[in-house]
Protein backbone atom coordinates (compact mmCIF):
# COMPACT_ATOMS: atom_id res chain seq x y z
CA UNK A 1 0.00 0.00 0.00
CA UNK A 2 1.47 3.31 -1.15
CA UNK A 3 0.03 6.79 0.96
CA UNK A 4 -0.02 9.75 -0.88
CA UNK A 5 2.34 12.22 1.44
CA UNK A 6 1.05 15.71 1.19
CA UNK A 7 4.69 17.46 1.58
CA UNK A 8 8.16 16.19 1.78
CA UNK A 9 8.29 18.75 5.39
CA UNK A 10 5.69 16.78 6.74
CA UNK A 11 7.86 13.43 6.91
CA UNK A 12 11.33 14.86 6.79
CA UNK A 13 11.56 15.16 10.53
CA UNK A 14 10.32 10.70 11.00
CA UNK A 15 11.24 9.35 14.43
CA UNK A 16 12.27 6.29 12.34
CA UNK A 17 13.04 4.28 16.03
CA UNK A 18 9.73 4.74 16.73
CA UNK A 19 8.24 3.67 13.24
CA UNK A 20 10.88 0.89 13.51
CA UNK A 21 9.44 -0.57 16.67
CA UNK A 22 6.10 -0.14 15.31
CA UNK A 23 7.27 -2.24 12.44
CA UNK A 24 9.04 -4.71 14.95
CA UNK A 25 5.19 -4.86 16.45
CA UNK A 26 3.51 -5.87 13.66
CA UNK A 27 6.19 -8.81 12.92
CA UNK A 28 4.50 -10.77 15.81
CA UNK A 29 0.32 -9.67 15.29
CA UNK A 30 -1.18 -13.37 14.75
CA UNK A 31 -1.52 -13.42 11.03
CA UNK A 32 -0.38 -9.94 9.81
CA UNK A 33 -1.93 -10.24 6.58
CA UNK A 34 -5.80 -10.93 7.57
CA UNK A 35 -5.44 -8.13 10.39
CA UNK A 36 -3.68 -5.42 7.67
CA UNK A 37 -7.02 -6.25 5.70
CA UNK A 38 -9.37 -5.92 8.25
CA UNK A 39 -7.51 -2.84 9.69
CA UNK A 40 -5.18 -0.70 7.16
CA UNK A 41 -4.80 2.01 9.12
CA UNK A 42 -2.33 0.28 11.30
CA UNK A 43 0.12 0.50 8.71
CA UNK A 44 -0.17 4.16 7.68
CA UNK A 45 2.42 5.30 9.82
CA UNK A 46 4.75 2.42 8.55
CA UNK A 47 4.19 3.11 5.13
CA UNK A 48 4.63 6.72 4.86
CA UNK A 49 7.91 6.27 6.76
CA UNK A 50 8.81 3.56 3.88
CA UNK A 51 7.22 5.78 1.05
CA UNK A 52 9.43 8.73 1.73
CA UNK A 53 12.69 6.52 2.93
CA UNK A 54 12.79 4.93 -0.29
CA UNK A 55 12.09 8.46 -2.12
CA UNK A 56 15.05 10.22 -0.25
CA UNK A 57 17.08 7.67 1.12
CA UNK A 58 19.42 6.54 -2.51
CA UNK A 59 18.88 10.15 -4.03
CA UNK A 60 22.20 11.40 -4.53
CA UNK A 61 21.51 15.02 -4.33
CA UNK A 62 19.33 15.02 -1.26
CA UNK A 63 20.50 11.47 1.07
CA UNK A 64 19.70 11.36 4.09
CA UNK A 65 21.99 8.40 6.21
CA UNK A 66 19.26 7.99 8.34
CA UNK A 67 16.83 6.67 5.88
CA UNK A 68 19.13 4.30 4.57
CA UNK A 69 19.35 2.89 8.22
CA UNK A 70 15.67 2.61 8.14
CA UNK A 71 15.64 0.78 4.46
CA UNK A 72 18.44 -1.76 5.69
CA UNK A 73 17.29 -2.36 9.25
CA UNK A 74 13.34 -2.93 8.00
CA UNK A 75 14.92 -5.34 5.32
CA UNK A 76 17.48 -7.00 7.59
CA UNK A 77 14.46 -7.72 10.33
CA UNK A 78 12.55 -9.43 7.13
CA UNK A 79 15.77 -11.42 5.65
CA UNK A 80 16.56 -12.50 9.25
CA UNK A 81 13.55 -14.38 9.53
CA UNK A 82 14.81 -17.39 6.82
CA UNK A 83 17.12 -18.11 9.46
CA UNK A 84 16.46 -20.03 12.71
CA UNK A 85 17.64 -18.45 15.47
CA UNK A 86 16.71 -21.18 18.48
CA UNK A 87 13.93 -18.75 20.14
CA UNK A 88 10.52 -18.05 20.45
CA UNK A 89 8.60 -20.16 17.88
CA UNK A 90 5.97 -17.35 17.91
CA UNK A 91 8.67 -14.68 16.20
CA UNK A 92 8.46 -16.33 13.09
CA UNK A 93 4.38 -16.19 12.76
CA UNK A 94 4.43 -14.35 9.84
CA UNK A 95 7.69 -15.49 7.75
CA UNK A 96 5.24 -16.34 4.86
CA UNK A 97 3.35 -12.92 4.58
CA UNK A 98 2.54 -11.41 1.50
CA UNK A 99 3.25 -7.83 3.32
CA UNK A 100 6.36 -8.61 4.09
CA UNK A 101 7.24 -10.06 0.66
CA UNK A 102 5.78 -7.24 -1.05
CA UNK A 103 8.35 -4.80 1.19
CA UNK A 104 11.23 -6.81 0.53
CA UNK A 105 10.55 -6.68 -2.92
CA UNK A 106 9.65 -2.58 -2.94
CA UNK A 107 13.05 -1.78 -0.96
CA UNK A 108 15.00 -4.48 -3.06
CA UNK A 109 13.83 -3.57 -6.37
CA UNK A 110 14.65 0.33 -5.37
CA UNK A 111 18.16 -0.78 -3.71
CA UNK A 112 19.59 -3.41 -6.13
CA UNK A 113 19.03 -1.07 -9.21
CA UNK A 114 20.99 1.60 -7.07
CA UNK A 115 23.71 -0.67 -6.82
CA UNK A 116 23.95 -1.85 -10.19
CA UNK A 117 23.99 2.10 -11.12
CA UNK A 118 27.25 2.23 -9.11
CA UNK A 119 29.10 -0.90 -10.35
CA UNK A 120 30.24 -0.79 -14.09
CA UNK A 121 29.84 -4.30 -15.97
CA UNK A 122 32.57 -5.67 -17.89
CA UNK A 123 31.73 -7.19 -21.55
CA UNK A 124 33.64 -10.54 -22.30
CA UNK A 125 33.93 -12.25 -25.69
CA UNK A 126 34.80 -15.04 -24.73
CA UNK A 127 35.60 -17.75 -21.68
CA UNK A 128 38.89 -17.56 -21.36
CA UNK A 129 38.51 -13.80 -21.26
CA UNK A 130 36.23 -14.44 -18.19
CA UNK A 131 38.40 -16.94 -16.33
CA UNK A 132 41.13 -14.36 -16.71
CA UNK A 133 39.00 -12.18 -15.58
CA UNK A 134 38.47 -13.45 -11.96
CA UNK A 135 42.09 -15.32 -11.56
CA UNK A 136 43.56 -11.47 -11.83
CA UNK A 137 40.65 -10.28 -9.56
CA UNK A 138 41.58 -12.74 -7.16
CA UNK A 139 45.48 -12.44 -7.56
CA UNK A 140 44.97 -8.61 -6.96
CA UNK A 141 42.88 -9.50 -3.41
CA UNK A 142 44.74 -11.93 -2.07
CA UNK A 143 47.91 -9.74 -1.87
CA UNK A 144 46.25 -6.09 -2.22
CA UNK A 145 48.17 -2.79 -1.74
CA UNK A 146 47.46 -1.34 2.19
CA UNK A 147 44.30 0.81 2.38
CA UNK A 148 44.32 3.52 4.72
CA UNK A 149 41.11 1.54 6.31
CA UNK A 150 43.58 -1.23 6.66
CA UNK A 151 46.67 0.79 7.86
CA UNK A 152 44.08 2.12 10.44
CA UNK A 153 43.32 -1.05 12.26
CA UNK A 154 46.50 -2.51 12.01
CA UNK A 155 48.85 0.86 13.19
CA UNK A 156 46.29 2.85 15.17
CA UNK A 157 43.32 1.25 16.60
CA UNK A 158 43.01 1.07 20.50
CA UNK A 159 41.68 -1.12 22.66
CA UNK A 160 37.97 0.68 23.15
CA UNK A 161 38.06 1.14 19.19
CA UNK A 162 38.77 -3.23 18.60
CA UNK A 163 35.88 -3.52 21.06
CA UNK A 164 33.76 -1.83 18.42
CA UNK A 165 34.89 -4.06 16.09
CA UNK A 166 34.21 -6.99 17.43
CA UNK A 167 30.78 -5.60 18.28
CA UNK A 168 29.57 -4.59 15.01
CA UNK A 169 31.24 -7.42 13.08
CA UNK A 170 29.39 -9.96 15.88
CA UNK A 171 26.04 -9.43 13.38
CA UNK A 172 27.90 -11.55 10.73
CA UNK A 173 30.37 -13.57 12.98
CA UNK A 174 28.14 -14.91 15.49
CA UNK A 175 25.59 -16.87 12.33
CA UNK A 176 28.67 -17.16 9.81
CA UNK A 177 28.26 -18.54 6.28
CA UNK A 178 24.48 -19.01 7.58
CA UNK A 179 23.82 -17.74 3.53
CA UNK A 180 25.66 -20.07 1.90
CA UNK A 181 23.22 -23.06 3.59
CA UNK A 182 20.60 -21.02 1.41
CA UNK A 183 22.20 -22.57 -1.72
CA UNK A 184 23.28 -26.03 -1.06
CA UNK A 185 19.85 -27.81 -1.66
CA UNK A 186 19.57 -29.43 -5.21
CA UNK A 187 21.00 -32.26 -7.77
CA UNK A 188 24.86 -33.59 -6.52
CA UNK A 189 27.69 -32.38 -8.58
CA UNK A 190 31.44 -31.17 -7.84
CA UNK A 191 30.94 -27.99 -7.40
CA UNK A 192 27.97 -28.59 -4.89
CA UNK A 193 30.25 -30.87 -3.11
CA UNK A 194 33.12 -28.29 -2.97
CA UNK A 195 30.75 -25.97 -1.53
CA UNK A 196 29.24 -28.32 0.81
CA UNK A 197 32.81 -28.51 1.91
CA UNK A 198 33.57 -25.55 2.22
CA UNK A 199 30.23 -25.18 4.64
CA UNK A 200 31.15 -27.91 6.31
CA UNK A 201 34.07 -26.62 7.30
CA UNK A 202 32.56 -23.35 8.53
CA UNK A 203 30.73 -25.10 10.80
CA UNK A 204 33.56 -26.95 12.55
CA UNK A 205 32.13 -30.13 10.78
CA UNK A 206 29.55 -30.37 12.85
CA UNK A 207 31.63 -30.08 16.11
CA UNK A 208 30.14 -26.85 18.30
CA UNK A 209 33.42 -25.86 19.76
CA UNK A 210 35.18 -25.85 15.86
CA UNK A 211 32.51 -23.63 14.84
CA UNK A 212 33.92 -20.79 13.60
CA UNK A 213 31.08 -18.35 15.21
CA UNK A 214 32.15 -20.41 18.35
CA UNK A 215 35.82 -19.22 18.01
CA UNK A 216 34.30 -15.44 17.42
CA UNK A 217 31.89 -15.75 20.70
CA UNK A 218 35.40 -16.59 22.54
CA UNK A 219 36.63 -13.15 21.68
CA UNK A 220 33.91 -11.82 22.81
CA UNK A 221 33.97 -13.49 25.95
CA UNK A 222 37.74 -12.08 26.27
CA UNK A 223 35.86 -8.47 26.63
CA UNK A 224 33.29 -9.65 28.87
CA UNK A 225 30.69 -8.49 26.06
CA UNK A 226 27.57 -9.85 24.78
CA UNK A 227 27.52 -13.16 23.00
CA UNK A 228 23.96 -12.98 21.77
CA UNK A 229 23.22 -12.54 18.23
CA UNK A 230 22.53 -9.27 16.91
CA UNK A 231 23.32 -7.71 20.76
CA UNK A 232 24.79 -4.84 19.26
CA UNK A 233 22.64 -4.47 16.15
CA UNK A 234 22.26 -0.86 16.98
CA UNK A 235 25.54 -0.44 16.39
CA UNK A 236 25.96 -1.21 12.88
CA UNK A 237 25.89 1.09 10.12
CA UNK A 238 23.70 1.20 7.13
CA UNK A 239 26.79 -0.18 5.22
CA UNK A 240 26.92 -3.49 6.96
CA UNK A 241 23.71 -3.88 6.80
CA UNK A 242 23.40 -3.11 3.27
CA UNK A 243 26.32 -5.99 3.14
CA UNK A 244 24.31 -8.34 4.91
CA UNK A 245 20.87 -7.99 2.66
CA UNK A 246 23.18 -8.30 -0.66
CA UNK A 247 24.07 -11.49 0.18
CA UNK A 248 20.59 -12.49 1.19
CA UNK A 249 19.33 -10.97 -1.93
CA UNK A 250 21.49 -13.06 -3.91
CA UNK A 251 21.24 -16.25 -1.98
CA UNK A 252 17.60 -16.73 -2.05
CA UNK A 253 16.56 -16.34 -5.44
CA UNK A 254 18.48 -19.31 -7.97
CA UNK A 255 18.84 -16.70 -10.72
CA UNK A 256 20.68 -14.91 -8.88
CA UNK A 257 23.81 -18.32 -8.22
CA UNK A 258 26.91 -17.02 -10.55
CA UNK A 259 26.01 -13.57 -8.65
CA UNK A 260 26.22 -15.27 -5.34
CA UNK A 261 29.49 -17.11 -6.33
CA UNK A 262 31.42 -14.18 -7.41
CA UNK A 263 30.07 -12.52 -4.45
CA UNK A 264 31.09 -15.61 -1.97
CA UNK A 265 34.38 -15.64 -3.91
CA UNK A 266 35.33 -12.32 -3.12
CA UNK A 267 34.94 -13.00 0.48
CA UNK A 268 37.32 -16.14 0.93
CA UNK A 269 39.97 -14.66 -1.11
CA UNK A 270 39.72 -11.09 0.62
CA UNK A 271 39.72 -12.36 3.97
CA UNK A 272 43.31 -13.20 4.88
CA UNK A 273 44.70 -10.09 4.37
CA UNK A 274 41.72 -7.98 6.02
CA UNK A 275 41.84 -10.45 9.03
CA UNK A 276 45.50 -9.82 9.05
CA UNK A 277 45.08 -6.52 10.31
CA UNK A 278 42.77 -6.98 13.47
CA UNK A 279 45.42 -10.11 14.16
CA UNK A 280 48.51 -7.30 14.26
CA UNK A 281 46.29 -4.76 15.92
CA UNK A 282 45.50 -7.39 18.94
CA UNK A 283 49.17 -8.54 18.77
CA UNK A 284 49.86 -4.71 19.11
CA UNK A 285 47.78 -4.26 21.92
CA UNK A 286 48.78 -7.07 23.90
CA UNK A 287 45.94 -9.30 23.55
CA UNK A 288 46.00 -13.13 24.34
CA UNK A 289 45.01 -15.77 21.77
CA UNK A 290 41.51 -16.35 22.26
CA UNK A 291 41.27 -12.39 21.51
CA UNK A 292 42.48 -12.69 18.09
CA UNK A 293 42.37 -16.71 17.15
CA UNK A 294 39.15 -16.26 15.18
CA UNK A 295 41.17 -13.68 12.56
CA UNK A 296 44.07 -16.73 12.89
CA UNK A 297 41.97 -19.48 12.01
CA UNK A 298 39.93 -17.67 9.28
CA UNK A 299 43.82 -16.46 7.53
CA UNK A 300 44.43 -19.75 7.39
CA UNK A 301 41.50 -21.37 6.20
CA UNK A 302 40.23 -18.68 3.88
CA UNK A 303 43.22 -19.25 2.12
CA UNK A 304 42.59 -22.51 1.35
CA UNK A 305 38.97 -21.99 0.74
CA UNK A 306 39.93 -19.01 -1.52
CA UNK A 307 42.03 -21.67 -3.87
CA UNK A 308 39.08 -24.09 -3.63
CA UNK A 309 36.51 -21.27 -4.66
CA UNK A 310 38.40 -20.86 -7.47
CA UNK A 311 39.45 -24.16 -9.08
CA UNK A 312 36.42 -26.32 -8.34
CA UNK A 313 33.75 -23.93 -8.32
CA UNK A 314 33.85 -20.20 -9.73
CA UNK A 315 36.56 -21.09 -13.31
CA UNK A 316 33.54 -24.78 -13.41
CA UNK A 317 30.89 -22.83 -13.14
CA UNK A 318 32.85 -20.76 -16.34
CA UNK A 319 32.34 -23.39 -18.11
CA UNK A 320 29.09 -24.92 -17.18
CA UNK A 321 27.49 -21.40 -17.98
CA UNK A 322 29.64 -19.58 -20.97
CA UNK A 323 26.56 -17.39 -22.17
CA UNK A 324 26.27 -16.09 -18.14
CA UNK A 325 29.69 -16.53 -16.79
CA UNK A 326 30.30 -12.50 -17.13
CA UNK A 327 27.73 -12.39 -13.65
CA UNK A 328 30.65 -14.20 -11.48
CA UNK A 329 32.81 -11.29 -12.58
CA UNK A 330 29.99 -8.88 -12.02
CA UNK A 331 28.95 -10.46 -8.81
CA UNK A 332 32.43 -10.33 -7.33
CA UNK A 333 32.29 -6.64 -8.15
CA UNK A 334 29.59 -5.47 -6.97
CA UNK A 335 31.08 -7.28 -3.03
CA UNK A 336 34.10 -5.90 -3.69
CA UNK A 337 32.26 -2.64 -3.87
CA UNK A 338 30.20 -2.83 -1.03
CA UNK A 339 32.55 -4.84 0.67
CA UNK A 340 34.85 -1.55 0.79
CA UNK A 341 31.72 0.84 1.54
CA UNK A 342 31.60 -0.99 4.93
CA UNK A 343 35.03 -1.42 5.51
CA UNK A 344 34.97 2.53 5.70
CA UNK A 345 32.19 2.54 7.89
CA UNK A 346 33.37 0.73 10.44
CA UNK A 347 36.42 2.52 10.17
CA UNK A 348 34.56 5.67 10.97
CA UNK A 349 32.60 3.94 14.13
CA UNK A 350 35.94 2.55 15.15
CA UNK A 351 37.73 5.87 15.06
CA UNK A 352 34.25 7.51 17.13
CA UNK A 353 34.75 4.77 19.79
CA UNK A 354 38.77 5.51 20.05
CA UNK A 355 37.93 9.29 20.25
CA UNK A 356 35.27 8.86 22.79
Sequence with gaps: MHLKMDSTAEVSNIDYQDIEDQFTQLLHLNDLDQTIAEKPALIEPFEDALQYALSV????????????????????????????????????????????????????????????????????????????????????????????????????????????????????????????????????????????????????KGILARKHSTYFSTMLKQFKMDTQPEAYFDLAPWEVLANINHSFFLCERKRNFLRYIGSLLFFEVSVPAAFENYRLAGERLGLGPDATDYWELHIKEDLRHGRWMVDDVALPLVDRYPDLASEIVLGYDQQRLISARAGQAIVRSVREADNG
Excluded at 65 to 79: A, D, G
Excluded at 146 to 154: D, I, K
Excluded at 155 to 172: F, K, P
Excluded at 179 to 188: A, F, I
Design 57 to 204: GLDEAGREPQSLLFLQRILYRINRLKLFWYDDLENYTNEDSSYLFGIQNRIESVWQDWESNHTEIESFDTVSEVKRALQNRVAEDLDPKPSAEGLYFRNEMMRTGYHRLLAIASLDGLVEASQLSRVLGGVGNEVQSMLTRIFSEEYG
